[in-house]
């Protein structure tokens, strides 16, 4: 027999199952994420620590400023709102704040490197469901309180100890976790 005609393989050779392999190795990781997503939830360190000390000038003409010495009179738990003008999901999430407030949520907040005349033409847009807003051009008390951005928001007990961390906008769906959260800073619990 000559060299010529010496039989030849038909299996198919690496370069056929290898790439084969890595798709089938990628729709299993797909697979994987979508029926066992990672756990979303963050956890904060600075959950069941006080508020920093801070005293900060008002953000518009309408309300006062916000200092944490407000944390912690009253004995009631209250929201801390970091939001911004500029911010879009902050506007997404005015409704659910008014929806908050009417009822009886005490909401202040802390606007992150804004304009007066920027905060103003916010709220008068989206509304304004704060009692007090603070002035944070820095990003300081944003910053000592573990906020990455914004919108979040806060629960905080009535003695001024953060109980709760919400990252992001809040949705209709979240309102009744919010209310949980202020029920529970409420009776001292976490």
Known sequence: ?????????????????????????????????????????????????????????????????LATKVFEQGGKPRLLNVFASWCVPCAVESPQLAVLAKQGVEIDGVAIRDRKEDVARFLGQYGNPFARIGKDDLSQVQLAIGSSGVPETFVVDGKGIIRYQHIGDIR????????????????GGE
């Open 1 to 65: 027999m000559s060299e010529a005609s010496a039989p030849t393989s038909k299996r198919p050779g690496l370069a056929v199952w290898l790439p084969l392999g890595l798709f089938a190795g990628f729709l299993a990781l797909v697979f994987v994420g979508l029926y066992w997503p990672a756990d979303r939830e963050v956890s904060s360190a600075f959950i069941g620590k006080p508020l920093p000390a801070f005293d900060l000038p008002p953000a518009t003409d309408e309300r006062p400023g």
């Open 172 to 187: 209709p769906e979240d309102v009744p976790l919010i209310l949980r959260k202020l029920a529970e800073a409420a009776g």
